[in-house]
């Protein structure tokens, strides 16, 4: 009997590794796919990919399993990167790794295994498929299901997520007990592909950014910010705000910005009220599931850490409503809002307006 032939994105992480361990044991016909997604050329030290790779071709030589690379990097700074940037002048706070997950790891990576003639893909997600529905991955602390919500659904009918049912303490004792090398290799960080950089200066080699007003609650000018396009709602750190006068002690927090004005609102306390939001309206809709209403009681999160938040889902063109039960604090347009019923990911959308 042939075996059924599965291509596993290897990263030369813990969890890719492992994933193409059990998928060997379960007696597929298992073969690696490194992919190269960011060219970068200026010696920058917070990009390992030669590291991975050594990584990742360590392991498959360890697995006996044939290792392949593919560079992917102008279709990821055609249809990621370039849309993050004009996403940041918009004076949004993209998330590349959704975008990513979308256009790169499940469509030409996808893509390449069907014109090699795979039966199916893999990652190391955290996430549980029944090949027609997402749902949450078996550790609520790594489920990543919140990145996977905007994957075409054909996709999930060819993709295994070997690791849907393990915590991730599991994950890295079988690495032990099998001699990978990466066992105890640190989770990877930051931008999908480009990892953990300093943002601002990162982002400005690629963005000029024009020097504004700070503003607190009153409208009073309390400093200058750099360019809108460097800060993020809920921001606490780098804001240059400090000892302003007849300000209490409480740490400043980025609350609004105007790109009208160019104008940055902060407010002081991690409670102030216009920190929180009740309502948001999304674009860029992506349902993973057809058959749900267009109004019910659900949860959301509207981040990747953040726990389920009650909320009543509306579902118009191309569009949802969310009205959330308790106000959520730094509700950030151009972040995604991710809707759920139970245990299953339903899709969601890119948040566009908040109330």
Same mark, same amino acid.
Not at 100 to 124: P, S, V
Not at 198 to 203: A, G, H, I, S, T
Not at 268 to 282: A, D, I, K, M, V
């Given at each position: 009997?042939?075996?059924?032939?599965?291509?596993?994105?290897?990263?030369?992480?813990?969890?890719?590794?492992?994933?193409?361990?059990?998928?060997?044991?379960?007696?597929?016909?298992?073969?690696?796919?490194?992919?190269?997604?960011?060219?970068?050329?200026?010696?920058? $030290?917070?990009?390992?990919?030669?590291?991975?790779?050594?990584?990742?071709?360590?392991?498959?030589?360890?697995?006996?399993?044939?290792?392949?690379?593919?560079?992917?990097?102008?279709?990821?700074?055609?249809?990621?990167?370039?849309?993050?940037?004009?996403?940041?002048?918009?004076?949004?706070? $993209?998330?590349?790794?959704?975008?990513?997950? *979308?256009?790169?790891?499940?469509?030409?990576?996808?893509?390449?295994?069907?014109?090699?003639?795979?039966?199916?893909?893999?990652?190391?997600?955290?996430?549980?498929?029944?090949?027609?529905?997402?749902?949450?991955?078996?550790?609520?602390? *790594?489920?990543?299901?919140?990145?996977?919500?905007?994957?075409?659904?054909?996709?999930?009918?060819?993709?295994?997520?070997?690791?849907?049912?393990? *915590?991730?303490?599991?994950?890295?004792?079988?690495?032990?007990?099998?001699?990978?090398?990466?066992?105890?290799?640190?989770?990877?960080?930051?931008?999908?592909?480009?990892?953990?950089?300093?943002?601002?200066?990162?982002?400005? *080699?690629?963005?000029?950014?024009?020097?504004?007003?700070?503003?607190?609650?009153?409208?009073?000018?309390?400093?200058?910010?750099?360019?809108?396009?460097?800060?993020?709602?809920?921001?606490?750190?780098?804001?240059?705000?400090?000892?302003?006068?007849?300000?209490?002690?409480? $740490?400043?927090?980025?609350?609004?910005?105007?790109?009208?004005?160019?104008?940055?609102?902060?407010?002081?306390?991690?409670?102030?009220?216009?920190?929180?939001?009740?309502?948001?309206?999304?674009?860029?809709?992506?349902?993973?599931?057809?058959?749900?209403?267009?109004?019910?009681?659900?949860?959301?999160?509207?981040?990747?850490?953040?726990?389920?938040?009650?909320?009543?889902?509306?579902?118009?063109?191309?569009?949802?409503?969310?009205?959330?039960?308790?106000?959520?604090?730094?509700?950030?347009?151009?972040?995604?809002?991710?809707?759920?019923?139970?245990?299953?990911?339903?899709?969601?959308?890119?948040?566009?307006?908040?109330?």
């Amino acid at each position: 009997m042939t075996k059924e032939r599965v291509l596993v994105g290897l990263s030369g992480g813990v969890d890719s590794s492992v994933s193409c361990l059990l998928l060997k044991q379960q007696g597929y016909d298992v073969h690696a796919l490194f992919m190269k997604n960011w060219d970068d050329d200026d010696g920058s $030290p917070y990009c390992s990919a030669k590291e991975d790779f050594m990584d990742a071709a360590f392991i498959a030589d360890q697995l006996d399993i044939p290792l392949m690379q593919e560079n992917f990097s102008r279709e990821y700074k055609d249809r990621v990167f370039d849309y993050f940037l004009e996403e940041l002048e918009a004076g949004r706070t $993209p998330n590349p790794d959704i975008l990513c997950n *979308k256009e790169i790891k499940f469509k030409e990576f996808y893509q390449y295994a069907m014109n090699h003639d795979f039966d199916y893909i893999a990652t190391g997600h955290y996430a549980q498929t029944d090949h027609e529905n997402l749902f949450k991955g078996s550790d609520e602390s *790594k489920d990543q299901s919140y990145f996977l919500h905007a994957i075409d659904k054909e996709v999930l009918k060819q993709t295994l997520f070997p690791l849907g049912k393990l *915590k991730k303490d599991e994950v890295r004792t079988i690495a032990r007990e099998n001699n990978l090398i990466t066992s105890e290799k640190k989770d990877s960080t930051g931008i999908c592909f480009i990892g953990e950089r300093p943002f601002p200066e990162f982002v400005s *080699k690629y963005l000029q950014g024009e020097v504004g007003n700070i503003v607190n609650d009153k409208e009073e000018v309390i400093g200058s910010h750099s360019g809108l396009a460097f800060y993020t709602l809920g921001q606490r750190q780098g804001l240059g705000i400090g000892g302003v006068k007849g300000a209490s002690d409480l $740490p400043w927090y980025v609350a609004k910005k105007d790109l009208t004005r160019n104008e940055l609102t902060c407010v002081q306390g991690n409670n102030h009220p216009l920190l929180f939001s009740s309502e948001l309206s999304t674009k860029n809709l992506f349902l993973l599931d057809e058959t749900i209403p267009k109004d019910f009681e659900g949860t959301a999160k509207v981040r990747y850490r953040q726990h389920d938040q009650n909320c009543n889902i509306s579902i118009g063109n191309n569009s949802l409503k969310i009205v959330f039960d308790e106000p959520q604090r730094s509700v950030t347009p151009g972040q995604s809002v991710v809707i759920y019923k139970d245990n299953q990911c339903l899709g969601g959308g890119e948040i566009s307006s908040i109330n």
